[in-house]
Nanobody, 122 residues
Framework: QVQLEESGGGLAQPGGSLRLSCTAS????????MGWFRQAPGRDREFAAA????????YYADSVKGRFTISRDNARNTAYLQMNNLKPEDTGIYYC???????????????WGQGTQVTVST
């Protein structure tokens, strides 16, 4: 099992930027994929981005493509989500997770962090 802890959330203005970090422990970090999901108030949790263990496979939801960048530093056991050009609809709780890519290259989350709040507002 993997333990995950997010940090870096907070308040940003529309058009601003935030960088989320997710530090992992419990298993060799490079052996599993990492992903970010988010949940807006009153809505279901949704996929945002995922990256393979080696960093060579990356997927984004259409809603964040071109604005968010997922990355990882396997030496630091940390994954990141750089969020630029933030919009009010990006507001929500952001969760990192450890998972796998299945046979169809779909990301399947497994272990979850506790979440970090992101608020985009003037």
């Amino acid at each position: 099992q993997v333990q995950l802890e997010e940090s870096g959330g907070g308040l940003a203005q529309p058009g601003g930027s935030l960088r989320l970090s997710c530090t992992a422990s419990g298993r060799t970090f490079s052996t599993y994929a990492m992903g970010w999901f988010r949940q807006a108030p009153g809505r279901d949790r949704e996929f945002a981005a995922a990256i393979s263990g080696g960093g060579d496979i990356i997927y984004y939801a259409d809603s964040v493509k071109g604005r968010f960048t997922i990355s990882r530093d396997n030496a630091r056991n940390t994954a990141y989500l750089q969020m630029n050009n933030l919009k009010p609809e990006d507001t929500g709780i952001y969760y990192c997770n450890g998972g796998v890519f299945d046979a169809y290259d779909d990301y399947v989350p497994a272990d979850w962090g506790q979440g970090t709040q992101v608020t985009v507002s003037t």
